[in-house]
């Protein structure tokens, strides 16, 4: 079993940055893949940013490279996702999972959610 806290969320203006951290308890962290996903309202859960146990290897959603950044830190078994050049498009609830797998844009390959934290970008 693997519990997830996400914070770092909150209201920024279009350009701002935020960085999201997802802290982790329970079964060893490093040994799953970590990923985060975004849900807007009326739409569906969105994959964004993936990363392999090893850090080693990341991937992202086309609409978000170049501007987010994956990592994760072992030693205090917690992921982050800096988010830089905000746009409103952006907005919505962002949830950490954790997979035993390979590294998926699929939400059902992950078994493991936090409850989320919300970002919001204004225009």
């Known amino acids: 079993q693997v519990q997830l806290v996400e914070s770092g969320g909150g209201l920024v203006q279009a350009g701002g940055s935020l960085r999201l951290s997802c802290a982790a308890s329970g079964r060893t962290f490093s040994a799953y893949t970590m990923g985060w996903f975004r849900q807007a309202p009326g739409k569906e859960r969105e994959f964004v940013a993936a990363i392999t146990w090893s850090g080693g290897s990341t991937s992202y959603i086309d609409s978000v490279k170049g501007r987010f950044t994956i990592s994760r830190d072992k030693a205090k078994n917690t992921l982050y996702l800096q988010m830089n050049s905000l746009k409103p498009e952006d907005t919505a609830v962002y949830y950490c999972?954790?997979?035993?797998?390979?590294?998926?844009?699929?939400?059902?390959?992950?078994?493991?959610w936090g409850q989320g934290t919300q970002v919001t970008v204004s225009s």
């Open positions: 999972a954790a997979s035993g797998g390979i590294p998926s844009t699929t939400p059902r390959s992950y078994a493991y």
